[in-house]
C-alpha cells in the first residue's frame, strides 16, 4: 500500500486563535490532520485558483489554512481530488469566454423567442381589473408630473366625446371591430414637453393632449382616426405588453449590470419598448382605419396630421438646439399612404 | 500580479513579533482571474433562470475572503448557499410584491410600503448577523451585537418624515376636478410641498447615516473584541456640507470645461450651415452625458473615500484601533478609469473594476493591535451563527451585502 501524500496546513480549531500545524492526508472517506479525522462529506473544499489561500472548513467551525495554494493544488491532486466542472471552466479563458458567448446566445433567445412568449402568457394571464387598476395608477402619477388639466372648455371636451361616440355607434352598426369594454378618453395639457400627442395607457385609459386638438382643430377626421389608433392599442393590450417586457429587460439587465448604473440598465429596457412597438404601432394602426372606416371617417385626413406634425417638429427642432426628436413610430410617409389607401 | 503571488505564501508564516503590532489588510485578487469566476456565474444564473444566484454570490465572497488577508490569514466566509436561497427567495417575493404592489394601486402601494418600512430593520439586522455570523479569521467566528430595538431606532430619523410625506402625498395627491384654474392651484402646492418634503429628508440624510453607521460598528464582534464608534454627527454634517460644496464646485468646473471645449470647436470648424445638423445635436447631448458623469464620479468617490475614513478612523475596540486612509485623489482616478472602461467594453470590464476596487479600499485600512490575536478565545457563547439562538437571520441566510 503507498502513503497518502501529505501536506503541512495551520490548524485553527474554532476556539483559540492559535494556528497549530499539523499534517494533512487523505485516507478513503477520511480527512485526517494531526490526531484528528473529519469524513469528506462534512467539508467545505476550497475552489481552485491562481490567487488566494486555500481553506478547507471543518464540521463545527475550525479550518484547515494552507498559505501556500501551489502547493495544495498539487497535493490535492495527487490525492486524487479532481476539479468540479464549474471550476474547470472557470480556470480555462477558453472556457470562460465561451460561457460569455453563450451568455449573449442565450440572451439573445430569450429576447427574441422567450420574452414575447412569457409576455403573452402573463397578458393572457392578467385580469382586465388588474390592468385597469395599473392604468389608473399610471394616470394618476403623470398627472402630478407631466399633465396639467386641460384648457379646453367643458363644452369643447363634450362635443369631441359626442362626436366619438357618434363614431363608434357607427362602426358598430357597420359591423366594425370589437371595442374593448372599457376605454375613457382624458384631455390634458401636454405642455411643450409632450406636444401634440395622444397615448393609450394599460386598461382602456386614452390621454389626448390640447396641443393636438388644436392642431387639428379644423380636421376632426384625422382626431378620430388617431382616437381609432390608440383604441387598436387598448385592443389589443399593448401598454401593458410594454411594461411587462421593459420590466422583464430591465430585471435582467441589472443582474448583468448590477449596481454600476441605473442609467446602463435602463437602456436595454428603453431600447427594447422601442423595437416592439414598431409591431404593435403596425397592428394598432391597421385597428384603426378599419373602426375609423367602419365610423363614416374620412381617415386619408392624416395626411393633414402627419404634415402638420412635421412642420411643427421642424420648427421645434430649428428652436431648440437638443431636441432630437426619435421617433417610435414607423416612417410617416408610409403610414400616410397606409392610412390613404382604399 | 508575480510579486503577490510569490509575497502570500512568504507572509504568513513569520513568527509573530511582540504584541503591539499593526496588522496590515492586503488584497490579492486578481481581475482576470475574477472575470472568468464571473463569466461562468453569469451563463450558470442565466441557464438556471436567476437560480443560481444565491450560489454564485456565496462563490464571490468566497473569492474574496480567500484573498483578503488581514495579517497574512485570509478571511473564510461559512456561507451556506442553500441557507442563503431562503433568503435570497424571502427577499426576491418581499421586493417583488413591493415593486409589484406599486404599479397595481396607491392603496396597495402604501400597505406595501409601510410592511416594507417595518421589515426593513429586521432584514438589515439579520443580514448583518448572518454575514459576519459567518466570516471567521484565524478560526474565530465574527460577529453583530446590535439589538433589534437599536436597528429600529437608527431608522427613526429616516422613518418619521418619510412616512409622513409618503401617507400625506397618497391622501393629498391633486386630481383632474375639471375646474382649470383649481387644478392648476392643486398641482402647483403639491409640487412644492413634494420639494419641502424631499428638504426636510435630505437636511435629516446625515443624522441617519451617522446612526446607520454606529448602530453596524457598535455591532461588529470578534472573540472578546466588541467595536465601538465615537461619530460624532457633527462631523458627518460638516462632511455632507463639504460634499454639496464639491458638487457645486465641480458642476461648475465641468460645464466651464465642456463650454470651452465647445467654444474651441465652434471656433475652429466655424459654424456653418451643417453647425445645426444632427450630428451637432447629438454632440451637444454627448457632452452633456460627459458633464454628469463627471460630476458623479467626482461627488461619489469623494463621499465615500471621506465617509471610509470617517467611519473606521472612530472605530476602536479594547485592543483594535482602526486607521483607515483611503486619498479621494486615488479612489477618484479608479472610479473614473472603472467607470470608462466598463462603458467602452459593454460592462465586461465590470469584474475587473470590482476587484480594483476592493484592493484599493481594502488596503488603506491598517489595524493596530495591542494583543497578539493569536491568544483570542472564542466566546463561550458566540460560537456559531446557528448557536447564536437568532434562528430568522441564520434560516433565511439573508445577506443584502455589506
Excluded at chain 1, 480556470?91 to 449573449?104: A, E, G, M
Excluded at chain 1, 395639457?189 to 396641443?211: C, E, R
Aim: proline share 5%; glycine share 10%; charged share 20%.
Amino acid at each position: 500500500m503507498t502513503e497518502a501524500p501529505r501536506l503541512t496546513a495551520d490548524w485553527f480549531d474554532g476556539r483559540s486563535a492559535r494556528a497549530r500545524p499539523v499534517e494533512v492526508w487523505l485516507d478513503g472517506a477520511a480527512l485526517h490532520f494531526g490526531d484528528h479525522s473529519a469524513p469528506l462529506a462534512g467539508l467545505t473544499w476550497p475552489e481552485r485558483q491562481r490567487h488566494g489561500q486555500r481553506q478547507i472548513l471543518l464540521p463545527g467551525g475550525g479550518l484547515l489554512s494552507f498559505p501556500d495554494a501551489a502547493a495544495f493544488d498539487a497535493w490535492a491532486r495527487a490525492s486524487g481530488r479532481g476539479d468540479s466542472v464549474v471550476v474547470r471552466w472557470q480556470q480555462s479563458w477558453r472556457l470562460s469566454l465561451l460561457s460569455l458567448v453563450l451568455l449573449v446566445a442565450g440572451l439573445a433567445a430569450a429576447y427574441l423567442w422567450g420574452l414575447p412568449w412569457a409576455v403573452d402568457r402573463a397578458v393572457d394571464v392578467l385580469p382586465r381589473s388588474t390592468e385597469r387598476a395599473l392604468g389608473e395608477h399610471l394616470l394618476q402619477g403623470m398627472d402630478g408630473d407631466w399633465l396639467k388639466p386641460s384648457r379646453l372648455s367643458a363644452e369643447q371636451q363634450r362635443a369631441w366625446q359626442l362626436r366619438w361616440s357618434g363614431v363608434l355607434a357607427r362602426a358598430k352598426a357597420q359591423g366594425g371591430p370589437v371595442v374593448p369594454e372599457h376605454h375613457e378618453i382624458h384631455f390634458r395639457d401636454g405642455g411643450k414637453a409632450l406636444g401634440p400627442n395622444a397615448f393609450a395607457l394599460p386598461g382602456g385609459d386614452i390621454v389626448i393632449t390640447d396641443a393636438l386638438l388644436d392642431l387639428l382643430a379644423d380636421e376632426p377626421d384625422a382626431v378620430m382616426t388617431v382616437l381609432g389608433h390608440e383604441l387598436g392599442h387598448v385592443q389589443h393590450r399593448h401598454g401593458l405588453r410594454l411594461m411587462l417586457r421593459a420590466g422583464a429587460v430591465s430585471v435582467v439587465a441589472s443582474v448583468i449590470v448590477g449596481d454600476f448604473s441605473t442609467l446602463l440598465s435602463a437602456a436595454p429596457a428603453m431600447l427594447a419598448g422601442n423595437a416592439y412597438s414598431r409591431d404593435g404601432e403596425r397592428e394598432a394602426d391597421l385597428y384603426g382605419r378599419t373602426l375609423a372606416r367602419a365610423g363614416g371617417v374620412d381617415t386619408s385626413r392624416m395626411a393633414v396630421f402627419f404634415r402638420r406634425l412635421a412642420e411643427k417638429r421642424q420648427a421645434s427642432v430649428d428652436n431648440n438646439p437638443v431636441a432630437i426628436a426619435i421617433s417610435t413610430h414607423p416612417a410617416d410617409d408610409e403610414r400616410v399612404k397606409f392610412f390613404s389607401e382604399p | 500580479m508575480l510579486d503577490i503571488d510569490a509575497a502570500a505564501p512568504a507572509a504568513a508564516p513569520q513568527p509573530l513579533p511582540a504584541a503591539p503590532r499593526v496588522l496590515e489588510i492586503r488584497f490579492t485578487g486578481s481581475g482576470s482571474e475574477y472575470f472568468r469566476i464571473w463569466a461562468v456565474n453569469l451563463l450558470l444564473i442565466l441557464v438556471t433562470l436567476g437560480l443560481y444566484l444565491p450560489f454564485a454570490k456565496a462563490r464571490r465572497i468566497r473569492y474574496f475572503y480567500a484573498n483578503t488577508l488581514v495579517d497574512g490569514q485570509a478571511l473564510s466566509f461559512h456561507g451556506d448557499p442553500w441557507k442563503m436561497f431562503r433568503g435570497f427567495v424571502l427577499l426576491a417575493v418581499l421586493m417583488g410584491t413591493y415593486s409589484g404592489a406599486g404599479r397595481f394601486s396607491p392603496a396597495a402601494a402604501i400597505v406595501a410600503f409601510m410592511i416594507l418600512c417595518a421589515v426593513w430593520p429586521a432584514l438589515w439586522r439579520a443580514s448583518l448577523q448572518f454575514r459576519l455570523g459567518n466570516t471567521s479569521w484565524r478560526g474565530l467566528r465574527m460577529g453583530f451585537e446590535g439589538s433589534l430595538k437599536e436597528a429600529y431606532l437608527a431608522c427613526v430619523p429616516m422613518y418619521l418624515p418619510l412616512l409622513a410625506f409618503v401617507a400625506w402625498s397618497r391622501l393629498a395627491a391633486p386630481h383632474a376636478s375639471g375646474d382649470p384654474a383649481g387644478d392648476r392651484a392643486a398641482f402647483a402646492a403639491y409640487g412644492a410641498t413634494s420639494l419641502f418634503a424631499m428638504g426636510i429628508l435630505a437636511m435629516l440624510s446625515p443624522l441617519s447615516f451617522a446612526l446607520f453607521k454606529r448602530y453596524q460598528h457598535n455591532g461588529y464582534r470578534i472573540a472578546g473584541q466588541q467595536g465601538r464608534i465615537d461619530l460624532s454627527i457633527g462631523r458627518v454634517y460638516l462632511l455632507g456640507f463639504k460634499l454639496v460644496g464639491v458638487a457645486v464646485v465641480s458642476m461648475v468646473i465641468v460645464m466651464l470645461a465642456a463650454v470651452l471645449v465647445a467654444g474651441g470647436g465652434v471656433f475652429l470648424f466655424g459654424r456653418g450651415a451643417e453647425a445645426d445638423s444632427l450630428w451637432a445635436r447629438v454632440a451637444f447631448l454627448a457632452v452633456g452625458l460627459v458633464v454628469y458623469l463627471l460630476v458623479f464620479s467626482i461627488v461619489m468617490p469623494f463621499g465615500a473615500a471621506r465617509m471610509q475614513n470617517l467611519a473606521w478612523n472612530a472605530t476602536r475596540s479594547d485592543a483594535l484601533q482602526f486607521q483607515s486612509r483611503l486619498s479621494f485623489r486615488k479612489l477618484f482616478g479608479l472610479t473614473l478609469l472603472n467607470w470608462t472602461l466598463t462603458g467602452l467594453t459593454l460592462g465586461l470590464y465590470r469584474p475587473f473594476a470590482a476587484v480594483a476596487t476592493a484592493r484599493l479600499r481594502l488596503e488603506t485600512v491598517a489595524i493596530e493591535c495591542s494583543e497578539d490575536p493569536a491568544d483570542w478565545v472564542a466566546e463561550e457563547n458566540a460560537g456559531h451563527a446557528d448557536a447564536t439562538g437568532d434562528i430568522a437571520g441564520d434560516f433565511f441566510g439573508i445577506d443584502m451585502g455589506l
